[in-house]
């Protein structure tokens, strides 16, 4: 079984258009990222919900938006899409953090986004 | 703040050669180390992780990591590369702010000349 899974693969659209990718963990944790790599193949975290709660916003634009439906469940939203957006984004669980204790993330095979 | 640098960009060896990715970081309490490795259109794996304890770790493939303080480094090691090792690698720091965040190295990508 798959620990972590995000669908589509692959998604190319058009700019302007709204868009969305769907993740889903199967491990029991508590917390849910979602990073983006882009071009030059650099990572870094975009958002991160615990128990269904925002934690983490990294700057990201607001067009951005992430939504779990529940704690099993982190799909991320994007409107307006523009040629800047075209990546590949992962997503990643964990258990929650608790005190100095850091979980180890499990990611997810990755969605390219491609906007034309 | 929390970063990780990974000073090689590009590295190429001959199969059967050892290896050595470097890694430093900057963090300012004890660091979580992590090393994942991205092959060609895929996700990341975990290669080996550090938390405490003995800083020579262990991890899938062959590949080992020694973690120092002193240099602030966590670099990977094989002893013999294989051609199935040509891969992006990716060191990253852990750290506990609200959520377990993980900050990644700019990674260093691997060719292996048969």
């Known amino acids: 079984d798959t620990a972590v899974s995000q669908t589509p693969k692959y998604l190319v659209t058009q700019m302007g258009n709204d868009k969305s990718i769907k993740c889903e963990q199967n491990l029991g944790h508590d917390t849910m990222y979602w990073y983006k790599q882009d071009s030059k193949k650099f990572l870094k975290i975009m958002f991160s919900y615990n128990n269904k709660e925002l934690i983490i916003n990294e700057t990201v634009p607001n067009r951005f938006s992430p939504k779990s439906p529940d704690k099993a469940h982190l799909n991320l939203h994007i409107n307006s899409l523009e040629l800047g957006d075209s990546a590949v984004y992962f997503c990643?669980?964990?258990?929650?953090?608790?005190?100095?204790?850091?979980?180890?993330?499990?990611f997810g095979p990755g969605t390219r986004l491609t906007v034309l | 703040a929390q970063s990780v640098t990974q000073p090689d960009i590009h590295i190429t060896v001959s199969e059967g050669a050892s290896l050595e990715l470097r890694c430093n970081y900057s963090y300012g309490a004890t660091p979580y180390l992590f090393w994942y490795v991205q092959s060609p259109g895929q996700g990341l794996q975990l290669l080996l992780k550090?938390?405490?304890?003995?800083?020579l770790v262990q991890g899938i493939k062959g590949f080992e990591a020694e973690f120092k303080r002193s240099q602030s480094s966590f670099n990977l090691r094989k002893p013999s590369v294989h051609w199935s090792d040509a891969a992006e690698y990716f060191c990253?720091?852990?750290?506990?702010?609200?959520?377990?965040?993980?900050?990644f190295g700019t990674g260093t990508r691997l060719t292996v000349i048969p």
């Open positions: 990643a669980s964990s258990r929650v953090a608790t005190g100095p204790n850091y979980n180890e993330q499990f």
């Open positions: 990253a720091v852990g750290a506990v702010t609200g959520a377990n965040n993980l900050f």
């Open positions: 550090y938390f405490s304890g003995d800083t």
